[in-house]
């Protein structure tokens, strides 16, 4: 299990994992995502030639490996049907899935490659496109009419997968694409894959090959939305109207069970990365994920959470009434938040994330999640979503995959300078300054690019929906006109899927 903390370090996996695919031998390369930008370089900036997933792809359909592609399919969303054809023409396995609730998504996102070392996958919160790697991914000058930190990259948490887990990892993909190229793509010879069975894991390493025998516990759980249960019937889903998938008819919620039960055990801290964090309403007979939050946080035992946070501004104009629903996500932790929980953001310089994306949880340095479900209601019962559980090896905490993954996060944050300051002579923190959590705490104060946000107030004035949503959903734009107001809006936002 590798944890990529850099963008540009995942995609040159990538790059060196579709290389290593062989001619004529049964190799593959699946992708599922929310976006695929087919020219994203691959290759780090200096590389000669760098080459980009399109041509790497291409490449490896010449030498007959299979190549299969599952997007999903969206008003305003990304350009997911050029991208589906042209793979289609590559190796005629790419497909969308319309199959979404209104304003949601298949938010999945997984890559599987089979090749000379095996058979690995990759999942985590990181889709593939040129834009998140900022500077990094922009062919020519930097774009300053799209604003200061237009050129700055992302940050986002991808892993490296390995052993048995790959199993459900293939299985997920399998599932989704058989049923929509059987459902929505008929008679155009788009074939179906076969399901993929542990032994066949096993037998895909090569002998002797060591990270096939880790210790590590690794739970695949997934995200996936109850068709039945809508808020207006079939106003809620997009056509193709169906019941559900026929893999999870009442659709699936492995991703909210298994944090809210990392959440019960945990005794002394929590460290949450995520773009939202506005995860305060219950989702049918579900509580939120506040609740579960307060209980631990109420613990004697319990130290510290310590949150990071997209700046509201970036996507208040996704879910309008960010900051008054982030204000109620922190209020619901209780009185026992205001000296346990802390919450940061970072500010504006184009040394810091033009996108804070990533949704990574870990509980008292021994367990971590890291997925693409973000903390709302979206993430836990209305998209398909995928994340894995990492626990280990055995039951170590210093130096265990969680702590390790912990360290290099604080470390990527904590050293991370304004433009033009470098280092400034001081000195960089290194793994001795953050090993403990709690010590290491304070330092997030100190951090240049890092700001400490109070969200127990609501922000004034809060924007809610406007005209501008309803001109993109012309569908529902009779009952917005009707029945406008700020709890309907946030229903139709972020709908419960429960």
């Given at each position: ?5 850099q ?6 996996e990538?790059g ?18 929310w ?6 370089f ?35 969303g ?34 599987i ?16 496109a040129n834009?998140?790697l ?38 997920t ?28 894991v ?10 096939a ?23 809620l ?11 999870a008819p ?25 773009q ?32 990071v ?17 982030r ?18 953001v ?14 990574t ?8 999640l ?17 994340g ?31 433009e ?20 290491a ?51 139709l936002?972020?709908?419960?899927g429960?």
């Amino acid at each position: 299990m590798v944890p990529y903390i850099q963008i540009m370090e995942y995609y040159a996996e990538l790059g060196r994992a579709i290389r290593g695919t062989r001619e004529n031998l049964a190799d593959l390369v699946y992708i599922a995502g929310w976006e695929l930008d087919l020219d994203t370089f691959v290759d780090p900036p200096g590389t000669d030639p760098r080459q980009t997933l399109r041509e790497l792809l291409s490449m490896a359909a010449g030498r007959g490996v299979e190549v299969r592609v599952l997007l999903t399919d969206q008003p305003n969303g990304p350009p997911n049907r050029e991208v589906a054809s042209a793979i289609g023409k590559m190796s005629g396995g790419g497909v969308v899935d319309p199959f979404h609730k209104l304003v949601g998504s298949q938010h999945q996102k997984l890559v599987i490659i089979r090749n000379a070392e095996g058979v690995v996958a990759f999942c985590g919160g990181c889709d593939i496109a040129n834009v998140r790697l900022g500077r990094e991914g922009v062919r020519g000058p930097d774009r300053p009419a799209d604003g200061p930190l237009a050129s700055a990259p992302w940050h986002d948490v991808q892993v490296r997968v390995e052993g048995p887990a790959v199993t459900d990892l293939w299985n997920t993909f399998v599932q989704r694409f058989n049923e929509v190229a059987a459902n929505r793509f008929p008679g155009t010879g788009i074939r179906g894959i076969p399901v993929y069975g542990a032994e066949a894991v096993r037998e895909a390493q090569p002998a002797g090959d060591s990270r096939a025998a880790g210790n590590l516990n690794v739970q695949v759980v997934r995200t996936y939305p109850n068709y039945r249960k809508n808020h207006f019937g079939d106003t809620l889903i997009l056509p193709p109207y169906q019941v559900g998938y026929k893999f999870a008819p009442d659709g699936e919620l492995g991703i909210y069970n298994l944090l809210t039960h990392a959440i019960s055990l945990t005794t002394s801290t929590i460290y949450l990365e995520d773009q939202y964090l506005v995860g305060s309403v219950a989702m049918g007979g579900h509580p939120p994920i506040t609740e579960a939050l307060r209980k631990t946080i109420e613990k004697t035992s319990f130290q510290r959470m310590v949150i990071v946070v997209a700046g509201t501004g970036t996507i208040q104009d996704e879910l309008f009434q960010a900051g008054s629903r982030r204000a109620e996500f922190i209020q619901q932790l209780g009185p026992q938040a205001a000296h346990k929980v802390a919450v940061y953001v970072y500010t504006g310089d184009r040394n810091s994330p033009y996108w804070f994306h990533s949704k990574t949880w870990i509980f008292d340095d021994r367990f971590a999640l890291i997925g693409s479900a973000n903390c709302n209601r979206r993430g836990y019962s209305h998209d398909s979503e995928l994340g894995v559980g990492v626990a280990g090896p055995g039951d170590a905490r210093e130096g265990g995959f969680a702590h390790r993954l912990r360290m290099g996060l604080w470390l990527k944050h904590l050293n991370a300078r304004p433009e033009g300051t470098g280092r400034a002579g001081a000195r960089p923190l290194a793994d001795g300054d953050v090993r403990d959590f709690v010590a290491a705490s304070s330092l997030w104060e100190q951090a240049p690019l890092l700001v400490r946000v109070d969200f127990t107030r609501a922000p004034e004035p809060d924007q809610s929906v406007d005209e501008k949503f309803a001109a993109q959903y012309p569908r529902i734009a009779r009952i917005y006109r009707r029945f406008r107001g700020r709890d309907f809006d946030w229903s139709l936002i972020d709908p419960d899927g429960a």
